[in-house]
């Protein structure tokens, strides 16, 4: 099993910046990928942005050039930098890990609420 925790969302004005940290525990060998998902109300679960072991990284495009996404493999932490924020980004922010451990596997963390003000 890996826990995850995470942090840092809260409510920003529109033009702003937030940095989301997700700690992972447990076990966390073999963690293929770290990243991000979110949810708007009344919406599906979107992908935003992910990392790899290997230090590669994938954004969703409605993020691309406004949002980072970096890891600490010593922390097993991983972070979403979100800058230029619109009303549109507001969501509950979800990490997501994926190891491939005896097959693959993914666990979500409880979700940070993120709000943009207009």
């Known amino acids: 099993q890996v826990h995850l925790v995470e942090s840092g969302g809260g409510l920003v004005q529109a033009g702003g910046s937030l940095r989301l940290s997700c700690v992972a525990s447990?076990?966390?060998?073999?963690?293929?990928?770290m990243g991000w998902y979110r949810q708007a109300p009344g919406k599906p679960r979107e992908w935003v942005a992910y990392?790899?072991?290997?230090?590669?990284?994938n954004y969703a495009d409605s993020v691309k050039g406004r949002f980072t996404v970096s890891r600490d493999n010593a922390k097993n932490t991983v972070y979403l930098q979100m800058n230029s924020l619109t009303p549109e980004d507001t969501a509950v922010y979800y990490c997501?890990?994926?190891?491939?451990?005896?097959?693959?596997?993914?666990?979500w963390g409880q979700g940070t609420q993120v709000t943009v003000s207009s």
């Open positions: 990392m790899t072991s290997g230090g590669l990284s």
């Open positions: 997501h890990v994926r190891t491939t451990s005896g097959g693959v596997a993914d666990y």
């Open positions: 447990g076990s966390i060998f073999n963690i293929y990928r």
